[in-house]
């Protein structure tokens, strides 16, 4: 990834420019580029780095997402994973003074399902 080298700068100066302790835990955090795992991620720091942290994690999950699809029965088993572990986590990100959750498609736990079921329909 080229544009690592730069994001990394950016997230540097900002760091520089508003130091804190949460400014400290989101730099490292973009700077891993495995932000999009953590359920409900507030990462604030560059604006559109949520885009890299998505073809990042994209890019990882590739090879075991084909895995994960190569018969038809682990298929199956593996959409019904992903909906539990995007069900256990919107119950875990529940806030109770939202009346509303707004679980949104910025993380890939809650994604999966999505990806699952477009290979399913691929294998069949």
Request: proline fraction near 6%.
């Amino acid at each position: 990834m080229r544009i690592l080298p730069f994001f990394a700068c950016l997230c540097l100066l900002d760091l520089v420019l508003s130091p804190s302790v949460e400014q400290l835990f989101n730099l490292f955090a973009n700077l891993t580029l495995c932000f999009n795992f953590i359920p409900n991620a507030q990462i604030p720091m560059i604006g559109v780095g949520w885009f890299l942290g998505v073809v990042f994690v994209f890019y990882l999950l590739f090879p075991f997402f084909v895995f994960l699809l190569d018969s038809k029965k682990r298929g199956w088993i593996s959409l019904g994973i992903a909906l539990v572990f995007a069900g256990l986590c919107t119950v875990h990100s529940y806030n109770v003074d939202i009346p509303v959750p707004n679980i949104g498609r910025s993380n890939i736990i809650y994604t999966m399902p999505l990806f699952m079921t477009g290979g399913m329909i691929y294998l069949y």
